[in-house]
Nanobody, 125 residues
């Protein structure tokens, strides 16, 4: 089975930066589109970033565009999320996800086949 393990979460002050990592094993990482999602208490799980198999194309919602950057290193089977200029509303559990197919609906959670356990990101004043 494909396993995804997130790391790098923690407590950071507003305006600060944090980098999350997601290590994949048990599958063909380079054949998967990868995504980062987040979920705050009482809210639905929303996409934060998406990156294509080769890393040439990325997507961000307006809420994080210009502040977050997704990248991947296929040689290391790892995808990253660099978060800058963090805001209070960025507080959430962040999840790494892998899409083993190509549906084109990359912003929807149901498209993804494998998920990590999540890592908590807390932004304070």
């Amino acid at each position: 089975q494909v396993q995804l393990v997130e790391s790098g979460g923690g407590l950071v002050q507003a305006g600060g930066s944090l980098r999350l990592s997601c290590a994949a094993s048990g599958g063909a990482f380079s054949s998967y589109h990868m995504g980062w999602f987040r979920q705050a208490p009482g809210k639905e799980r929303d996409i934060v970033a998406h990156i294509s198999r080769s890393g040439g194309i990325s997507y961000y919602p307006d809420s994080v565009k210009g502040r977050f950057t997704i990248s991947r290193d296929n040689a290391k089977n790892t995808v990253y999320l660099q978060m800058n200029s963090l805001k209070l509303e960025d507080t959430a559990v962040y999840y790494c996800a892998a899409d083993a197919h190509y549906s084109g609906s990359y912003s929807r959670p149901y498209v993804y086949d494998y998920w990590g356990q999540g890592t908590q990101v807390t932004v304070s004043s």
